[in-house]
Every structure is written in C-alpha cells, then in structure tokens.
C-alpha cells in the first residue's frame, strides 16, 4: 500500500482545523490531488473552500484507503459513529488525536478496523512535522508503510514499540512547536524589557530560535556541545546559563513540570 492506494481510493479527512489544514496543506503541496480527499468538517476555512477539485462536505466514499480523524478528542464519541460503516474493513483509520486510546477506537469502530494512533505537530504545514505512530493489532505492515507514507510527506515519522510511550510523546514533540513558540515570545519580551524596540526583539528572538534549531539538526555535534560552542568560560552566556540551568528553579524542572502536567491531560482526555 502506498500514495497510489489514496489517490486511487480517496482519504477522508475528518476535522479540518489547525492540525488537519497543517497536514492537508503539505499533502497538497506534496502533489496529492484535491479530488483524492474528502474533507469533513461543519464550519470549513475559507481556504478550503477555494480548493478546486477537493470534495468539501460532499458524499464519502464507501471504502476510502485512509480517513484521517483530527477532530478534538472531546468531539470523538460524537464525530467517529458518522463513521463506523467504514470500520471492520479495508479502511485503514488514522487517528491524531491526545489522549483517545485504540481501544476507544475499536469501541466505536468495529474490533475488526486497522488502526494506527498517530500524533503529529504543526510544523507538517511547512513539510518539517514529526510524527509518532502505532498501530493496533489489525494495522498490517503494508498499514504501517501507508499511513508512514503519507505522513512522512509532511515530515519526519517514528514508529512506537507501545501506546503507553504516547503520552510523553505528545507532550514533548505535539505540544512542543507551543513550548518553542513562547521561547520566541518570551525571548522578545526580555529584549523590549531591556530596551530594545518591540519589532527588533521579536526579529531577534525568531531568527535565533529557528536559526538554532537548523543548527541542532544539522550539526554533527550535539546540543550540548552546541551550546558550550556559545559559552566563553565566565563570559555572557554562562551568566545567563547559571539562571536557566539551575537544578531548583531553572529551565530543566520548569519543563519537567510542563511536561507531567501536558500527559496528565493527555491522560484525562482519554478517560
Ligand atoms: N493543534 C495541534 O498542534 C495538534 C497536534 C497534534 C495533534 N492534535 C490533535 O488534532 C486534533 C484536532 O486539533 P486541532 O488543534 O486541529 O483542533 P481544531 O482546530 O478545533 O480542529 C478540529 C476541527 O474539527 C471540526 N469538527 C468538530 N466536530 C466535527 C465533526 N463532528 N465532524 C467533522 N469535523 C468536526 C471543528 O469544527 P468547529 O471548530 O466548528 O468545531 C474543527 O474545524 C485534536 O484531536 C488534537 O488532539 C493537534
């Protein structure tokens, strides 16, 4: 199975909001064909609408190759039953949303239904996601390659050995394109609290985050590494770094907290 099965057949997209216009947009950009997809969702982006070719709350199709649920998971157990006759099949669902377990899935869908519980972040929008995938029992290797092919148009895809590691998952790369982004506005606010001109702090602070990042994935050296390449001993950096780095109240057990709360809620939301 691959791309040619979900031109041939169709994906459904079920839920076009942040996270399925992120992907829906690379998938797009990446040469799928609007008429392949079906999108589903109440209140369409006016984005959408002006996609020539794509089948906006039109009829689905009986037996589609994937439909793509991103809808919110407090929505799932009203969203999914519209669904369920294309479960027990050959449809392979692919799910991205935090917390809603594959047993849930399989509750509303049919225990016969090829599952794979995906969770991607927004940065698929502009082809630099990362997605973690598992599938269920049902979810065959020629699955796996399927729904890998098609999230890897939008970035890279790791596979998981068990669901238990996607809470932390998600709280690390699903939530973390948030975390950086309040890197880059708190950075910003710092540079205007110390004078600098607003736009000038901001132009500083995105430029330096998204620089560093090409740096972190391109080097041969690590992170670490890399920030002691930035840090004369007893210069600038390391002032600021004794701050950051502090082992009572520093950057390392802020996050820690930020992360145990994020699978907290990933948890409860799949209660
Ligand atoms: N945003 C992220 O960074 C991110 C990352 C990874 C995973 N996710 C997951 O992706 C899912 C969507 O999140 P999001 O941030 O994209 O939320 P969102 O922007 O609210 O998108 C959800 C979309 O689904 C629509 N919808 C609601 N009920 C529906 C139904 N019955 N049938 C079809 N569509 C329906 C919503 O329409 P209305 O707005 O009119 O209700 C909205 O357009 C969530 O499960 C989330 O956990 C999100």
Redesign the pocket.
């Known amino acids: 199975m691959n791309m040619n099965d979900i031109e041939k057949n169709g994906l459904v997209l ?9 992907m829906l947009k690379g998938w797009l950009d990446g040469g799928l064909p609007p008429a392949s997809v079906w999108v ?4 369409p982006s006016d984005w959408l609408v002006g996609i020539k070719g794509l089948n906006l709350n039109t009829d689905l199709p009986s037996a589609p190759a994937v439909v793509l649920v ?4 407090q ?1 799932m157990a ?2 999914l039953p ?1 669904l369920a006759a294309m479960g027990n099949g050959e449809t392979l669902f692919i799910s ?4 809603i377990t594959i047993a849930t899935y399989e509750e509303l869908l049919g225990s016969r239904t090829p599952i794979v519980r995906a ?4 940065p698929a929008a502009v082809g630099r996601g990362i997605t973690a995938i598992i599938g269920n029992g049902l979810a065959t290797a020629d699955h796996a390659e399927l729904a890998e092919a098609l999230l890897s148009s939008v970035g890279q895809v790791v596979r998981l050995d068990s669901e238990d590691q996607m809470g932390a998952v ?1 709280a690390i790369s ?2 973390g ?2 975390y950086t982004f309040h890197l880059i506005e708190a950075m910003a606010a710092a540079g205007t609290a110390k004078g600098l001109n607003p736009d000038l702090a901001l132009t500083l602070a995105r430029a330096t985050v998204a620089g560093a990042g090409h740096l972190a994935e391109n080097s041969e050296e690590d992170p670490s590494q890399l920030r002691v390449n930035v840090t004369s001993p007893n210069g600038v950096t390391q002032a600021a770094l004794e701050v950051l780095m502090s082992d009572s109240d520093g950057f390392p057990p802020l996050l820690l907290r930020a992360v145990e709360a994020a699978i907290n809620r990933d948890r409860e939301l799949g209660e």
């Open positions: 079920l839920g076009c909001g942040k996270m399925g216009s992120a589903s969702d109440p209140n991103a809808v919110k998971p929505m009203d969203a519209t991205v949303a935090a917390g969770m991607p972040n927004t998600t699903g939530c394109p948030a």
